[in-house]
């Protein structure tokens, strides 16, 4: 819908025919507080562009309008967008930008009254991390209960929720909060690094919305000056605002209360950052005689897609009214894909983009997958780079360029070549073990003169002297000692048992869960990610009869390396979170991993709230697509090598069925308690059930059986499955020919190719119907044969 500004009369001048009804209305409206609810696809920055356009075309001064949005950007695309209107030399005197520049900018020119200089310095995270890592160590605290970053992460808390120090010391519930954690002296560090900040003209990211409260609280005369100055306020992503920024807001607004507010209650998903959706819901309240428009119209999904994700958000308690449309054409049904694992899943996704890529001639910046989490990252990037398609994270590092995954890979590393010296100085001292760099320093330098590797220099401390003490000696033989008992275990072990092994005896998992914060959780489930990864290859390769040892694992880690370092010289499937989606758009959509506990996360299962905001999410995720979205879910995934049953997302069950289209058979995904006979607990005057002994029965030949569980541990989903185990062949000793179509748990169903050899290594190459052609093991395979 978006168009280029002209630069003749006539083309400036007809910029409102560009606008459908209900948008021209948002536009045209001058004054007093006004509320533009804008749904998903329906323009909404075209309207907020239009609206200071039109504001400056009829006579409002550009320096009396600030408009504020969320990314600098956001801000430039605007901004320019005016100037197409206007003129670039007006649209430069707009005070337009994101919530900490323009503070940052009024801070500059009040500063003195808060006792700062106008060139103040603005501390980004790493300044403040260094900060704190010093006044922690003065203040002789354990660097393992206040670790910086944590620490950092609770002080922002305090900021945005205008806690300052003198706060904090009168509020006993948030001092009682800190000292049940364990960190009981964290007002004094909060004191400490206020003061220091103060003292060396430094304001931190926060500083910029708490101090410019204070500014406006403390000072009437400053108040009234921007009151006076900024007569008309627009703010993007209202329902995105903290408290900070919204008492600022409030405050800026109240003398001439014109006021433009602009979002999506339905897209407020940013909870975890402080966003509190309440701004948005109670606009109405804070104002008088609000005027409400409502962008209903979606221009950029097909109508499919919009009815659906109708049908979900509905399903929210909390919410303002809307219904969105779309005139658009109905489009493609939603499909939906059961698979047996997220290795399954990953091979589906890139095997789908593959498939529309070649049907249609597309390039790969038309495809975006979609996770809850960055750990699922993982299997879809192996997937992509076996179909050799190329593909970008975005919002962070790819999956095997992540810190935490290095840290484990070099231990791994270390363990197949002990003269690895990167792997070695990366982990020597990781988690902490006190060797510091100056040791390791030491180290480099004795074993290039001695001709021989770090490690092999760890044998020899007594014959060369390397001028340490004894306790650093001490920490380098539990090193090397450890490093070596895990090289002995990996004689017997297999990669994943190794893994596990090191993970747990360094206490990796323990180190980062420490840190107490969100990217703590993530870092964590990346590693248990990478576990997952281990075990997957490792079943894989032993169908395959190939070679399943650490050592390969690793060559097979370095060639993923080794493809995230190609140059980005042409289009690229986006991975990405789905609140990185927010704002971006693709004609084709994969949502994957569709399980309770996973989406909607198990960490937000606790409240309505919680829930609702993950309804969101998944309704942010769904309007991203313009022609297609494809939903996956796996039957079953590993956890730390377990692997678990999953439970498809309630969400699947929220889309209206007849939007999808199910390309795996659909599974019920709440069944009714009913596999319990109730006549087991007899009747209710009955004092005492009696039970049979079970009576041993000898399993007959070529028939697997079940083990059976007693009732309650049973899921009701894995009843149907039990029933096929019993009428399934063992193919390891039946007369499995070529032609016969048999199904795989990961790959699905094929048929078999030809057979060769005999009893353990008995093979049968089976062309399956993603293309692929495999030789798997018939005595791990577990084929099921169907026709």
Not at 365 to 392: C, G, H, M, P, W
Request: aromatic share 10%; charged share 30%.
């Amino acid at each position: 819908m978006d168009c280029i500004f002209g630069e003749n009369e006539e083309e400036v001048t007809s910029y409102l025919e560009d606008l459908n009804e209900a948008q021209r209305e948002a536009v045209i409206q001058r004054d007093g507080p006004m509320i533009i609810i804008a749904g998903a696809g329906s323009g909404k920055t075209r309207v907020l562009t239009y609206r200071i356009a039109h504001l400056m075309r009829n006579g409002v001064d550009p320096f009396n309008i600030l408009a504020l949005t969320f990314t600098n950007k956001a801000a430039r695309e605007m901004k320019s967008r005016i100037a197409g209107v206007v003129g670039p030399s007006e649209a430069k005197n707009l005070w337009m930008g994101t919530f900490h520049s323009v503070f940052a900018r009024i801070l500059r020119s009040e500063a003195e009254k808060l006792g700062y200089p106008s060139n103040f310095t603005i501390y980004d995270t790493q300044d403040s991390v260094r900060l704190l890592t010093s006044i922690i160590k003065e203040l002789q605290l354990e660097k393992d209960k206040y670790k910086p970053k944590q620490v950092l992460g609770r002080i922002s808390q305090f900021k945005n929720s205008l806690i300052t120090v003198r706060a904090y010391y009168q509020n006993p519930e948030v001092m009682e909060a800190d000292k049940v954690s364990g960190r009981p002296k964290m007002g004094s560090i909060y004191k400490e690094y206020v003061d220091r900040c103060f003292k060396a003209g430094a304001m931190d990211f926060d500083d910029l919305l708490l101090r410019t409260n204070e500014l406006l609280t403390r000072f009437p005369e400053v108040l009234a000056k921007y009151q006076d100055r900024f007569r008309y306020i627009l703010v993007d992503e209202y329902q995105d605002t903290n408290h900070s920024q919204y008492l600022i807001v409030r405050a800026l607004a109240d003398r001439y209360q014109n006021i433009c507010v602009v979002g999506d209650d339905s897209q407020s998903i940013y909870a975890f950052r402080g966003a509190n959706i309440q701004n948005i819901l109670n606009f109405q309240k804070d104002y008088d005689d609000v005027k409400i428009f409502k962008l209903e119209q979606n221009y950029r999904s097909s109508s499919n897609i919009v009815q659906a994700a109708n049908s979900v958000i509905e399903k929210n308690k909390t919410k303002l009214e809307k219904e969105i449309w779309t005139s658009n054409k109905e489009g493609e049904l939603i499909k939906v894909m059961r698979t047996f694992s997220e290795g399954d899943e990953g091979r589906f996704v890139a095997s789908s983009i593959f498939e529309n890529k070649m049907r249609h001639q597309l390039p790969n910046n038309d495809f975006t997958v979609l996770y809850r989490t960055n750990a699922q990252s993982r299997a879809i990037e192996d997937a992509l780079r076996k179909k050799n398609i190329k593909y970008k994270i975005y919002g962070g590092l790819s999956f095997y360029q992540r810190k935490e995954i290095k840290d484990t890979l070099a231990y791994l590393r270390l363990l197949v070549n002990s003269n690895d010296e990167e792997a070695l100085k990366r982990v020597i001292n990781y988690p902490a073990r006190g060797i510091g760099q100056t040791t390791i320093d030491r180290l480099v330098i004795a074993a290039n003169q001695n001709n021989i590797s770090i490690f092999e220099l760890l044998f020899q401390l007594d014959r060369i002297p390397l001028n340490i003490n004894s306790g650093i000696k001490t920490k380098l033989i539990n090193f090397r000692d450890m490093i070596r008992s895990f090289q002995i275990e990996a004689q017997s072990k297999n990669a994943f048992e190794v893994a596990d092994l090191v993970v747990k005896k360094t206490r990796l998992i323990r180190d980062i869960e420490s840190e107490g914060t969100p990217e703590a959780i993530s870092r964590v489930e990346n590693v248990q990610e990478l576990m997952n990864g281990i075990k997957d290859f490792i079943e894989e390769q032993t169908e395959k009869d190939e070679d399943a040892s650490l050592a390969y694992f690793l060559e097979d880690v370095a060639l993923a390396t080794d493809f995230d370092k190609e140059k980005e010289d042409a289009p690229r499937v986006s991975l990405m979170t789905i609140h990185l989606a927010k704002g971006l758009e693709f004609p084709y959509v994969y949502i994957v991993g569709l399980e309770e506990n996973l989406f909607p996360s198990a960490m937000s299962m606790n409240t309505r709230s919680e829930i609702e905001e993950e309804r969101r999410l998944f309704y942010v995720a769904l309007t991203r697509a313009e022609k297609q979205v494809y939903l996956s879910y796996a039957q079953s995934r590993y956890r730390w090598g377990k692997l678990i049953d999953c439970e498809p997302s309630r969400f699947l069950e929220e889309v209206d069925d007849k939007f999808l289209e199910h390309i795996a058979p659909k599974q019920e995904t709440r069944a009714v308690n009913n596999f319990i006979d109730k006549d087991i607990f007899g009747a209710p005057d009955q004092k005492k059930i009696r039970f049979k002994k079970p009576v041993a029965r000898k399993l007959e030949k070529k028939v697997n059986k079940p083990v059976m569980k007693s009732p309650s541990s049973v899921p009701p989903k894995n009843l149907k499955k039990m029933s096929e185990v019993n009428t399934s062949q063992n193919l390891f000793d039946a007369d499995l020919v070529p032609g016969n179509i048999v199904e795989h748990a990961k790959f699905g169903q094929g048929k078999v190719v030809s057979i060769e050899g005999t009893g353990n290594s008995k093979k049968a190459e089976i062309r399956f119907e993603s293309g692929d052609n495999k030789k798997l093991l018939l005595q791990f395979a577990k084929l099921k044969i169907i026709g």
